[in-house]
C-alpha cells in the first residue's frame, strides 16, 4: 500500500467548476507539497503546507493533520488546468519524500 | 522556469549504450535527488545527495550510477539498461536546513532503451 493516496485517479470538468482532488497519508510528516505536472513532465510545485490553508490565486489548498488528509481545490476551472495534480509528503524522519500516483485533471471547454 | 535544468530532454539509447543524463541548479541549494516516474506509477526516490555526499541509494540497480561533482550539477550515468527502464528521469533540488523545504524540479529527461 502506498504512504500517500490520492482520490480520484481521473477527473474531468466543464470550464468554471470548482474542483477538489484529494490526498490521504500514512506517515509522520513536516510538510505537505501539492505539484502540477503538464504533459511536457516537468513538475511545478504549488503549495507547500504543514498546516491550515493556503491560496494562490484560484488555487486553494487545505491540510487536516490529525486526520492525515490534505484537500487541493481549484476555482473557476479553466482548460489551462488540465494536467496531472501530484501529493507527496515528507518524512519528519529525514528527507525522503513519498508521492500519490496523482489525479489526471482534464478542464473542457 | 524553477532554476533546475535537465539535459537532454529527450534520449533514446539501446540497450548496450554508455549515456549520461545531467541536471544543474542554480538555486544555491544544498540537496539534489533523482526521481524515475513510470506510467501509472508513483515518483520512485532512487539518489538523494546532502552537501555533495550521497545519503540514500534505494536499491537501485547497478546500471545506474549517479554522480555529484559539486553542489550545483548532478549527473546520473547510465549503462547496459533494460527496457524496462524506460521512464521519465527527474531532478529536484532543495535547502537542507529543515525538514520543511520546498523541492524544485527539472523538466525532466524522457528516457527510451530499445
Known amino acids: 500500500k502506498n504512504e500517500v493516496e490520492q482520490s480520484p485517479q481521473n477527473l474531468t470538468a466543464q470550464e468554471g467548476e470548482f474542483i477538489t482532488i484529494n490526498c490521504s497519508y500514512s506517515v509522520g510528516i513536516s510538510a505537505l507539497h501539492w505539484l502540477q505536472q503538464h504533459p511536457g513532465g516537468g513538475i511545478v510545485s504549488l503549495f507547500m503546507?504543514?498546516?491550515g490553508k493556503k491560496k494562490h490565486g484560484r488555487l486553494i489548498a487545505t491540510i487536516n493533520i490529525q486526520e492525515k488528509h490534505s484537500s487541493l481545490h481549484i476555482t473557476a476551472s479553466h482548460p489551462r488546468d488540465s494536467a496531472v495534480y501530484i501529493c507527496?509528503?515528507?518524512?519528519?524522519?529525514?528527507?525522503?519524500?513519498?508521492f500519490g500516483t496523482g489525479t489526471s485533471l482534464t478542464v473542457i471547454p | 522556469e524553477t532554476g533546475v535544468t535537465q539535459t537532454p530532454r529527450h534520449l533514446v539509447m539501446g540497450m548496450t549504450n554508455k549515456k549520461s543524463l545531467k541536471c544543474e541548479q542554480h538555486l544555491g541549494h544544498n540537496a539534489m535527488y533523482w526521481y524515475k516516474q513510470s506510467a501509472k506509477k508513483p515518483l520512485e526516490l532512487m539518489f538523494v545527495y546532502n552537501f555533495k555526499e550521497q545519503t540514500e541509494n534505494n536499491s537501485v540497480p547497478s546500471r545506474f550510477s549517479p554522480e555529484c561533482p559539486n553542489s550545483s550539477h548532478l549527473f546520473l550515468h547510465l549503462h547496459t539498461l533494460q527496457p524496462e527502464d524506460s521512464a521519465l528521469y527527474l531532478c529536484?533540488?532543495?535547502?537542507?536546513?529543515?525538514?520543511?523545504?520546498?523541492?524544485?524540479f527539472g523538466q525532466g529527461t524522457r528516457l527510451t532503451v530499445v
Open positions: 503546507l504543514s498546516s
Open positions: 529536484a533540488s532543495s535547502q537542507e536546513d529543515r525538514g520543511d523545504t520546498e523541492a524544485f
Open positions: 507527496a509528503v515528507r518524512d519528519h524522519n529525514g528527507n525522503q519524500f513519498y
